[in-house]
């Protein structure tokens, strides 16, 4: 079946690293993505990474895919107030299907 | 060039009436996708359409909502007699191609029935 984690909270000091993980079932899946929602807001796409990849780095964001284990994370180095959201990671199932399947979301707070 | 745009940003209805939700896709997008957020929850999907096609409706409800995508205009989502259950974001996204490219969404039409 189709299933995505995300612990739902997270707090962190500005300026360090943020870590934000998420699990997933499906093993076919071919695309997995990162997605940030501001309040009020729309979903503003961050990165993604193809499933034979094990890490993407894009400035200030880390993805690591670990395949074995049906683990995503995005690192945000150098915590900002202005990165304080809510963070969706989705997969993209295979078989064809093109509906992305979203975790609940976990929501940033950044403490100064 | 604007991103997908919805409209109306939020509407308001009573029970038992009608709500369209209307999406543009982004320019030379011709693949286009709905999701309901309902409060404290993720995106669920309920529709994938192209000009003139539903692809896959597996996650809109079987009873009162239905989608669009016509040839000329934006697509529609329409929900007839809505009930207080309805109430949530609809989020449209959109993509060039349904493979290897990523969905950009839209920022929402936040239904509130009362």
């Known amino acids: 079946g189709e299933d995505v984690e995300q612990s739902l909270f997270l707090s962190v000091r500005e300026g360090d690293s943020s870590v934000i993980n998420c699990t997933y079932t499906?093993?076919?899946?071919?695309?997995l993505y990162w997605y940030k929602q501001e309040p009020g807001a729309g979903l503003q796409l961050l990165t993604y990474i193809f499933s034979n990849m094990d890490m993407k780095q894009d400035q200030r964001l880390t993805v690591l895919l670990n395949k074995k284990d049906k683990h995503l994370s995005l690192r945000i180095a150098d915590t900002q107030t202005g990165d304080s959201a809510i963070y969706f990671c989705?997969?993209?199932?295979?078989?064809?299907?093109?509906?992305?399947?979203f975790g609940q979301g976990t929501r940033l707070t950044i403490n100064p | 060039n604007a991103g997908v745009m919805q409209n109306p940003r939020h509407l308001v209805r009573r029970r038992g009436q009608e709500a369209r939700l209307r999406c543009s896709p982004m320019?030379?997008?011709?693949?286009v996708y709905w999701y309901r957020q309902l409060p404290e929850e993720g995106l669920k999907f309920m529709v994938y359409l192209q000009k003139e096609n539903i692809i896959d409706e597996s996650g809109m409800p079987k009873e009162r909502f239905s989608a669009e995508f016509p040839k000329e205009g934006p697509s529609i989502l329409r929900i007839q007699q809505v009930v207080r259950g309805d109430s949530a974001a609809y989020f449209c996204?959109?993509?060039?191609?349904?493979?290897?490219?990523?969905?950009?969404f839209g920022d929402g039409t936040r239904l509130s029935i009362l």
């Open positions: 996204a959109s993509s060039p191609s349904p493979t290897n490219q990523p969905q950009h």
């Open positions: 499906d093993s076919s899946s071919t695309y």
């Open positions: 320019k030379g997008h011709s693949h």
């Open positions: 989705a997969e993209m199932p295979g078989q064809g299907a093109q509906k992305l399947v």
